[in-house]
């Protein structure tokens, strides 16, 4: 291979590393400023390249945000993918503990999750996911167990309070703990469905000292996860609001 050839190769792979970094440095700071909050400078600064090198890429920061939601959206489907545990509620409790996991370990998936919070951007995380959940809920349809639309609506509450629980400052071992033990309450005697779902030999998660006793909800005296009816909720704290599906449109009000 000639100089010629070998050149442009390379400098299309410094750039590709470019724009990787460009994007994970901006799952930074939506994650932590939100959209509006975010500037095309503090990005190329955090990311330690020039503004030109930015606007290369990115012309303008709706395009940024809208490549952070697609890597995430990438690393979601991914996870979401993996081989389920047989049974009624261990497909679904595990669904759950995995968007926890994505949320609380990649930056891009919580960067995401809050643009979507936001109506930053026209893509929506959350139905990437959603639609995972529905398939995890159909292939419960031919065990015994609980109502296949009920089951789905249960997973639906869990994964959005945990979402909300994490925004609000929340470990993730903490939230998954908590998600473990509601999963125990609804499977009844014996081990839950989550512990049940953990891979062999992989540790139970337990509550840190600051767990609440009430569970995924915050103290009283601290200020709620959850939007008031009105006014709409902070920007710089969003809630998740997610649309119905299918299967709980009859459930849920507009």
């Known amino acids: 291979m000639t100089d010629t050839e070998v050149k442009p190769m390379v400098k299309q792979v410094r750039a590709e590393r470019t724009r990787q970094a460009l994007v994970a440095a ?4 939506f994650d ?29 920061k709706a395009e940024l945000a809208t490549a952070v939601c697609h890597e995430a ?23 759950t503990l995995a968007v926890v996991r994505l949320l609380d ?42 109502d296949p639309e009920e089951l789905e609506l249960l997973a639906l509450y869990l994964t959005a309070g945990a979402e909300a629980a994490l925004r609000a400052g929340r470990t993730g071992k ?18 839950s469905a989550a512990a049940a779902a953990r891979p062999p030999g992989a540790a139970a998660c337990t509550p840190g000292a600051a767990a609440s006793p009430v569970g995924v909800l915050p103290p009283a005296s601290s200020p709620s996860v959850f939007p008031a009816a ?3 909720a902070s920007p710089s704290s969003p809630s998740p609001s997610l649309p119905p599906s299918s299967s709980d449109t009859k459930r849920l009000t507009p």
């Open 105 to 146: 370990e990649e930056v891009t998936v919580r960067a995401a999750a809050r643009l979507t919070q936001e109506q930053a951007v026209s893509f929506r995380w959350h139905a990437v996911w959603r639609a995972a959940l529905r398939e995890a809920v159909a292939r419960t349809r031919e065990r015994p167990g609980p």
């Open 230 to 232: 009105s006014p709409a």
């Open 73 to 95: 959206e990438d690393v979601t489907r991914r996870a979401l993918a993996r081989p389920a545990p047989d049974g009624a509620l261990q497909p679904v409790a595990e669904f």
């Open 32 to 60: 932590r400023q939100g959209y509006a909050g975010t500037s095309l400078s503090a990005v190329h600064r955090a990311c330690g390249v020039t503004m030109g090198a930015l606007t290369f890429h990115f012309s303008a």
């Open 26 to 29: 901006a799952a930074v700071e």
């Open 174 to 191: 903490e939230v998954r703990a908590q998600l473990e033990r509601l999963w125990a309450l609804v499977s009844g005697p014996g081990p």
